[in-house]
T-cell receptor, first 109, second 118 residues
Framework: GQNIDQPTEMTATEGAIVQINCTYQ??????LFWYQQHAGEAPTFLSY??LDGLEEKGRFSSFLSRSKGYSYLLLKELQMKDSASYLC??????????WGAGTKLIIKP | DSGVTQTPKHLITATGQRVTLRCSPR?????VYWYQQSLDQGLQFLIQ???????AKGNILERFSAQQFPDLHSELNLSSLELGDSALYFC?????????????????FGEGSRLTVL
């Protein structure tokens, strides 16, 4: 089968750094996405990785290792507004987008 | 604002009924996707249309159907509704034919239609 694993919930402190991991087992690989979703709202695109390495976008960075089937999303200088669910999604060789269940991130003051 | 418009935003109906959800994609996007998200659950892909044709099918029940019209808007029809169909239904659009490929594979989501079946 195909699956994506992410921690269900994480807690971090305002101003700190948090790393959200995603491991995947899919039939082939054509890219990995991270989306942010606030409760009751639509997911919004954060990042896309197709090659190994780190992609940095402001306070958010995403890393990919295709050989390990592993990615992480790094959030720096956490703000209260970063409290949300973070969804990892992988495009497989059939161009199906496989979604993880999401990681709920709770930021405490 | 993602540019994707969904109506209605909220819908309350009874079991056994039928509803239609409507989606207008971003200007220029040819692909429309429908997703279901039950409370505290992940996104479940239902179906994709590309330029009027069905492109990919996910876990869509036989009671559900969809279509994309020549002006590229799409409708999702849900019939013989059950309590378990209560969920947020998202429509997303992209410029790519293939689900989640490259920069143009980024999905732009509408605000969703919240369906409550009583």
């Amino acid at each position: 089968g195909q699956n994506i694993d992410q921690p269900t919930e994480m807690t971090a402190t305002e101003g700190a750094i948090v790393q959200i991991n995603c491991t995947y087992q899919t039939s082939g690989f054509n890219g990995l996405f991270w989306y942010q979703q606030h409760a009751g709202e639509a997911p919004t695109f954060l990042s896309y990785n197709v090659l190994d390495g780190l992609e940095e976008k402001g306070r958010f960075s995403s890393f990919l290792s295709r050989s390990k089937g592993y990615s992480y999303l790094l959030l720096k200088e956490l703000q209260m507004k970063d409290s949300a669910s973070y969804l990892c999604a992988v495009t497989n060789s059939n161009y199906q987008l496989i979604w993880g269940a999401g990681t709920k991130l709770i930021i405490k003051p | 604002d993602s540019g994707v418009t969904q109506t209605p935003k909220h819908l309350i109906t009874a079991t056994g009924q039928r509803v239609t959800l409507r989606c207008s994609p971003r200007s220029g996007d040819l692909s429309v996707y429908w997703y279901q998200q039950s409370l505290d659950q992940g996104l479940q892909f239902l179906i994709q249309y590309y330029n009027g044709e069905e492109r990919a099918k996910g876990n869509i029940l036989e009671r559900f159907s969809a279509q994309q019209f020549p002006d590229l808007h799409s409708e999702l029809n849900l019939s013989s509704l059950e309590l378990g169909d209560s969920a947020l239904y998202f429509c997303a659009s992209s410029g790519s034919r293939f689900h989640g490929t490259g920069d143009t594979g980024e999905l732009f989501f509408g605000e969703g239609s919240r369906l409550t079946v009583l």
